[in-house]
């Protein structure tokens, strides 16, 4: 069964930084394109950042709302992903989620963890 744990977030202040952590089990993390979501109260989760499979001159690709604050990576042996975020702004408020690109799925379903939530706010 896939499991995705997220973690990392917390509340920070605008223009801060948070370091976000997915941990999952192995294939997925190491032969799939993997991507960091996130979804606020009202909206649609949204797919922010995106890299693909390999960790070595990895192609990365960012929303415009998080490019140039935002950095994805991963490390495949260690079975992570990671989102750096810099600059933190209060629409950045969200539950931030991790998996692949396309989300991995189960039957007609999908696999989603629980999410960190991330809170931008003085």
């Known amino acids: 069964q896939v499991q995705l744990v997220e973690s990392g977030g917390g509340l920070v202040q605008p223009g801060g930084s948070l370091r976000l952590s997915c941990v999952g089990s192995?294939?997925?993390?190491?032969?799939?394109?993997m991507a960091w979501y996130r979804r606020t109260p009202g909206k649609e989760r949204e797919l922010v950042a995106k890299?693909?499979?390999?960790?070595?001159?990895?192609?990365?690709k960012y929303v415009d709302a998080v490019k140039g604050r935002f950095t994805i990576s991963r490390d495949n042996v260690k079975n992570t992903l990671s989102l750096q975020m810099n600059s933190l702004k209060p629409e950045d408020t969200a539950v931030y989620y991790c998996?692949?690109?396309?989300?991995?799925?189960?039957?007609?379903?999908?696999?989603w963890g629980q999410g960190t939530q991330v809170t931008v706010s003085s």
């Open positions: 998996n692949g690109d396309p989300p991995f799925t189960y039957g007609t379903g999908e696999y």
């Open positions: 192995g294939r997925m993390f190491s032969i799939n394109p």
């Open positions: 890299i693909t499979s390999i960790t070595i001159g990895a192609s990365t």
